[in-house]
C-alpha cells in the first residue's frame, strides 16, 4: 500500500522504538506471569485441600489469571512485530502488514487489561464479603456491617466504571477497524485522544485501589491481640496496592507520552508493560494471603529440620481446628479461670476440714460421762458443673 508523499515524509522522521524495553517487556512478562500462575495454583488447592471449600472470590480470581494469561500470550506474541517495526523505522522502511500487525495488537491489549483489572478487583471485595459472613463469629457485627454495606458500594461503583472503559477500548475508533489503519491521523479516522482517555483511566484505577486497600481496617483493628499482629494482618491484605504502584508507573509513562503529541507509538511498549505489570501484581498480592496454610506447613518442616519457627505461624489442634492468636487468648484465659476455680475448691475443703475438726473436739469435751454422738457441722457439698461455675463467676472467686 502507497501511503503517498506526505504521509511517507513525515514517516521517516517517526524515532524507532527503543529495543531495550523490548526486552525489558519480554522478561518481566515471562517472569510475572509465571509467578502469577505459581501463586494462584497454589491458592486454588490450598482452598481444595486444606481448607475444603473454593468460594466466590477464589472462581473470580482464577478468571482473572485466564484474562492474564491471554494477555501474556498477546503480549509475548507481539515482541517479534515489535523488533521488526523498530527495524523498519530506522532505515525507514514502510511495510504497512508489520505498522497494521502491531496496532491490533496494542487494540487486544487495552480491552484484556481493563477485564483483567475488574476481575482482580472484583475477587479481593468477594473476599471482604466473606470475611463479612465470618466475622460474627468474632462478635464484630457493627464493623462488620459497615464494611459489607461499603464492600457493595464500591462493588457498584467499580462496576459502573468499568463498562464504560470496555466499551471505550472497543469503540475508540468510529469504526473499530480504524484503529489499525496506516494512513491519515487518528482524529481524522474518527479516534478519541488515547492518552488523555489512558491517563483518566489509571486514575481512577488508583483511586479504586487505595479504597479498596483501607476498607477492611476498622475491621481488623477490633481484633483481640497486639499492635503488631493487626498491623502485620493489614499489611498483608494491602498487598494489592502493588497494583498501585505499577499503576502509577503507567501513568507517568501516560503522560510524558501525551506530552510527545504523536509519538504515542513510541510509548506503546512501556505502557503495555506497566499494564501487565498491574495486573500481574494485583493477582499476585490477592493470591499470597490464601497461601497461610502452605506457609505453615513449611515453618513445620523447616522447625522439624532444626531450623527457628518462632515467627511461624502456630500448626493445627489435634482436633483440626486452628490455633488463631484469638482463639489462643481464650483458651489461656479459661484455663486461667479453670485453675483459680480448683484453687477455691481445694481451700473450700481445707476450711471445712478444719472446721469439722474443731467441732468434734468442742462436743468431746462437753460430753462428759455421758457418751454423746458428735454432731457433724459440715454441709453436704454438693457438686456444681464446672460450666456452670465458669458461667457465674466469670473471672471472679469467691472463698
Not at 477485564?115 to 471485595?125: A, G
Not at 489462643?328 to 475443703?349: M, S
Request: proline share 5%; aromatic share 8%.
Amino acid at each position: 500500500m502507497d501511503p503517498g508523499p506526505e504521509i511517507y515524509e513525515r514517516y521517516k522522521t517517526f524515532p524507532p522504538i527503543i529495543k531495550a524495553e523490548i526486552r525489558l517487556q519480554f522478561g518481566l512478562t515471562t517472569a510475572l506471569a509465571i509467578l502469577a500462575t505459581i501463586l494462584v495454583l497454589g491458592r486454588l488447592s490450598t482452598r481444595r485441600f486444606y481448607i475444603g471449600k473454593v468460594e466466590l472470590d477464589d472462581w473470580m480470581l482464577l478468571v482473572a489469571w485466564i484474562f492474564l494469561m491471554g494477555f501474556a500470550g498477546a503480549q509475548l506474541a507481539s515482541v517479534p512485530v515489535t523488533y521488526v517495526l523498530s527495524d523498519h523505522l530506522e532505515v525507514h522502511i514502510w511495510e504497512p502488514r508489520v505498522i497494521t500487525a502491531k496496532l491490533k495488537f496494542d487494540y487486544a491489549l487495552v480491552i484484556i487489561y481493563y477485564i483483567c483489572v475488574y476481575l482482580t478487583k472484583l475477587s479481593i471485595l468477594c473476599l471482604y464479603l466473606r470475611l463479612c459472613r465470618s466475622e460474627t463469629k468474632l462478635r464484630y457485627t457493627s464493623s462488620g456491617g459497615r464494611l459489607r454495606g461499603l464492600t457493595w458500594l464500591t462493588i457498584i461503583l467499580i462496576t459502573l466504571m468499568f463498562v464504560p472503559c470496555v466499551l471505550v477500548a472497543i469503540f475508540r475508533c468510529i469504526p473499530p477497524a480504524n484503529v489499525w489503519s496506516v494512513t491519515g491521523n487518528a482524529t481524522d479516522n474518527g479516534c478519541i485522544h488515547r492518552p488523555s482517555f489512558f491517563i483518566a483511566t489509571s486514575v481512577l484505577h488508583i483511586v479504586a485501589d487505595i479504597i479498596i486497600a483501607i476498607l477492611p481496617i476498622p475491621l481488623v483493628m477490633k481484633i483481640r491481640g497486639p499492635l503488631m499482629y493487626r498491623v502485620g494482618l493489614i499489611g498483608v491484605l494491602m498487598l494489592g496496592l502493588l497494583a498501585t504502584a505499577a499503576c502509577i508507573g503507567r501513568l507517568v509513562v501516560l503522560i510524558e507520552a501525551n506530552r510527545q503529541g504523536e509519538y504515542f507509538y513510541k510509548y506503546a511498549t512501556m505502557v503495555n508493560t506497566w499494564s501487565f505489570s498491574e495486573c500481574a501484581l494485583g493477582i499476585i498480592g490477592a493470591s499470597i494471603p490464601a497461601l497461610k496454610p502452605i506457609f505453615r506447613k513449611v515453618c513445620q518442616i523447616l522447625g522439624a529440620s532444626g531450623w527457628s519457627t518462632a515467627n511461624c505461624t502456630s500448626p493445627q489442634d489435634h482436633s483440626g481446628q486452628s490455633e488463631s492468636l484469638p482463639y489462643r487468648i481464650a483458651v489461656e484465659g479459661n484455663k486461667r479461670r479453670i485453675n483459680d476455680l480448683h484453687l477455691a475448691e481445694a481451700g473450700e475443703k481445707e476450711d471445712g476440714s478444719k472446721c469439722s475438726k474443731s467441732d468434734s473436739r468442742t462436743n468431746s469435751s462437753r460430753s462428759g460421762s455421758a457418751q454423746t454422738q458428735t454432731i457433724p457441722t459440715a454441709r453436704p457439698s454438693v457438686t456444681v458443673p464446672l460450666a456452670a461455675k465458669l458461667r457465674v463467676s466469670g473471672c471472679n472467686t469467691t472463698g
